[in-house]
Nanobody, 127 residues
Framework: QVQVVESGGGLVQAGGSLRLSCAAS????????MGWFRQAPGKERELVAA????????YYSDSVKGRFTISRDNAKNTVYLQMDSLKPEDSAVYYC????????????????????WGQGTQVIVSS
């Protein structure tokens, strides 16, 4: 089992940047594929970015491609989400999720794929 805790959310103006961090503890972090999701009020939880535990290989939703960057540091048991050129529509609660994966080169895109979730960190982008 692994526990994940997000940090780094806050209030930022449109066009600004934030970096979210997700610290994992418990079992070997390097065996887990990771994902960042977000959920705005009244909307479904959606994938923002995902990363394999080997390679790594990354995936981005179309809405954030070119603006967000997911990365991981297995030595620090941490995954990051660098968010640049933020827009008001990026406002949401951002969740980190972990999926134990036999394949080091597979990422996962659906919420139900993931075994472990953090409690979320709020991001508000003002216009």
């Amino acid at each position: 089992q692994v526990q994940v805790v997000e940090s780094g959310g806050g209030l930022v103006q449109a066009g600004g940047s934030l970096r979210l961090s997700c610290a994992a503890s418990g079992r070997t972090f390097s065996g887990y594929a990771m994902g960042w999701f977000r959920q705005a009020p009244g909307k479904e939880r959606e994938l923002v970015a995902a990363i394999t535990w080997s390679g790594p290989i990354t995936y981005y939703s179309d809405s954030v491609k070119g603006r967000f960057t997911i990365s991981r540091d297995n030595a620090k048991n941490t995954v990051y989400l660098q968010m640049d050129s933020l827009k008001p529509e990026d406002s949401a609660v951002y969740y980190c999720a972990a999926k134990l994966s036999m394949s080091g080169r597979r990422y996962y895109t659906e919420p139900y794929d993931y075994n472990y979730w953090g409690q979320g960190t709020q991001v508000i982008v003002s216009s």
